[in-house]
C-alpha cells in the first residue's frame, strides 16, 4: 500500500499493532504489518533487551515503540520510591489484601507493593527514550498528553516520526501543533486509556479539525478487530489502523490463558471504563476487581502511578492463582480490553491475524469498488 503515512513508517500493509510482547511484535512486522511495542512497563534495561530481541527477529522488517509519558505528573518526578511508597494509606493496602483474600489469593506482604520506580515519571520516560532511539525503529508514540518536546526534537533528530494518541479533536489540535508527524484518533471502544468520543465519530471530526493546520496522518484506533472496519475507517480519511485487543488473544500475547478464555467467553458489554487499575479512566475486561472497588466499602481509586503500583503485582498474583486451577481467582482477572472483545472467537497466531485483515480489507475494497461501478 503506498500512500504518506507508508512512507514515513515503511509500512506494507498500515495495521499497526500495539503490544507488550515482543513476540507479537516481531510477528507482525515480519507479516507484513507493524508491531508497535509497549515499551513503559519495562526499565531501561529490559527495554534494551526486548528492543535487542526484536531487532534479531524482525527481519529487517519496520516497528516502533510507544512510551507513555504523561502531560500532568500527579507527583514530582524528584520523588523518591520510598516516598512514593509511603504515599499509599494503609486503608488501601488492607483493602486489596482482603480483597485477595476472599478470592483465596495469597500474596506476601513484601510483595503487596510494586518494588519498581513507576514508568509514568518523566525523568523515566526520558531513560526509556535514550534506548529507544539507540535502536532502528520507524515510529515513537507517546500515549499520554502531548508528546513531550524533548521527544518531538529527538524523532526529528533521528529521522523518526512521533505519533501521539488522542480522544478529542482539541487533544489532536494541539498535537499537531506542538509539532506531531502522526495522530492516532482512538475512540472510546478502545482497550486501556481511552476518551468518551466513538471511534466513528473521532476520526473524521480529528481530520477535519486538524486539516487547516497541516497534512498530518491519520490513524484509525477503537474497536478494530477485523479488517472490513479497517477499509471503512480508510474509507473516512484515516491512513490506517492501530489496533491493540485483537492481539490480545493471540498464541503470542503475554496474557494469562485464563484471561484469553475470558475474552472468547466476553461480549462487547463486558468491559468498563475504570481508574480502578491506574487511577486514570481505562477499558478493561470487567470483574470482581472491578466490582470490589465501585462497592460503597471501597477507599476509592488512588491516583497515577500510585494505582498501578498498587493494582499491578496483586493483579499479577491474581493471574497465576487463576491459570494453577483457583475458581475464585478467576473471577478477578481482568487486563485491559476494548469493546472489541465480542468479536474474538478463537485463539491465533499474530501471523493469521495479519494475514485475516489483509484479505478482509481486500473484500471489503473490493465491494467498495463494484458499488461504485455499478
Known amino acids: 500500500m503506498n500512500n504518506e503515512l507508508c512512507r514515513m513508517t515503511g509500512a506494507e500493509f498500515p495495521l499497526f499493532a500495539f503490544s507488550h510482547c515482543r513476540d507479537v511484535v516481531a510477528a507482525v512486522s515480519r507479516a507484513g504489518g507493524f508491531g508497535v511495542l509497549g515499551g513503559s ?215 494469562s490463558e485464563t484471561f484469553r478464555q475470558k475474552m472468547l467467553q466476553a461480549t462487547s458489554r463486558d468491559t468498563i471504563r475504570s481508574t480502578a487499575r491506574t487511577g486514570k479512566p481505562s477499558r478493561q475486561l470487567r470483574s470482581a476487581w472491578h466490582d470490589a472497588w465501585e462497592g460503597s466499602d471501597s477507599p476509592g481509586a488512588l491516583p497515577m502511578p500510585l494505582m498501578p503500583m498498587l493494582s499491578s503485582q496483586p493483579l499479577a498474583a491474581v493471574d497465576r492463582a487463576a491459570d494453577s486451577g483457583n475458581p475464585l481467582a478467576r473471577e478477578l482477572v481482568t487486563y485491559f480490553v476494548g469493546q472489541g472483545v465480542g468479536l474474538v472467537d478463537s485463539i491465533r497466531s499474530s501471523r493469521e491475524v495479519v494475514e485475516t485483515f489483509k484479505l478482509e480489507f481486500a473484500d471489503a475494497f473490493g465491494g467498495l469498488c463494484t458499488a461504485l461501478e455499478e
Open 41 to 255: 512497563s519495562f526499565t531501561p534495561e529490559s527495554l534494551k533487551m526486548e528492543l535487542d530481541w526484536i531487532d534479531a527477529h524482525v527481519d529487517g522488517k519496520p516497528y516502533g515503540i510507544d512510551i507513555l509519558i504523561p502531560e500532568h505528573q500527579a507527583v514530582a518526578s524528584t520523588i523518591s520510591f520510598e516516598q512514593l511508597v509511603e504515599k499509599i494509606p494503609a486503608k488501601h493496602r488492607d483493602f486489596v489484601v482482603a480483597l485477595l483474600a476472599k478470592h483465596n489469593v495469597k500474596i506476601a506482604p513484601e510483595n503487596l507493593i510494586s518494588q519498581r520506580r513507576p514508568p509514568t515519571l518523566s525523568d523515566v520516560g526520558e531513560a526509556l527514550m535514550d534506548v529507544a532511539f539507540q535502536h532502528p525503529i520507524r515510529l515513537i508514540a507517546n500515549a499520554l498528553g502531548i508528546a513531550p518536546t524533548a521527544m518531538i526534537e529527538r524523532g526529528r533528530q533521528y529521522g523518526v516520526p512521533v505519533a501521539a494518541l488522542v480522544g478529542a479533536k482539541e487533544h489532536a489540535i494541539r498535537q499537531v501543533n506542538a509539532g506531531v508527524d502522526i495522530i492516532v484518533a482512538q475512540g472510546g471502544e478502545a482497550g486501556g486509556h481511552c476518551g468518551e468520543v466513538s471511534t466513528l465519530v473521532l476520526v473524521p471530526e480529528v481530520i477535519r479539525a486538524i486539516k487547516p493546520i497541516r497534512e498530518v496522518p491519520v490513524l484509525a484506533a477503537g474497536g478494530i478487530m477485523t479488517g472490513q472496519q479497517m477499509a471503512g475507517c480508510m474509507a473516512m480519511g484515516a491512513q490506517g489502523a492501530w489496533t491493540g485487543s485483537i492481539w490480545l488473544a493471540t498464541n503470542e500475547a503475554e496474557t
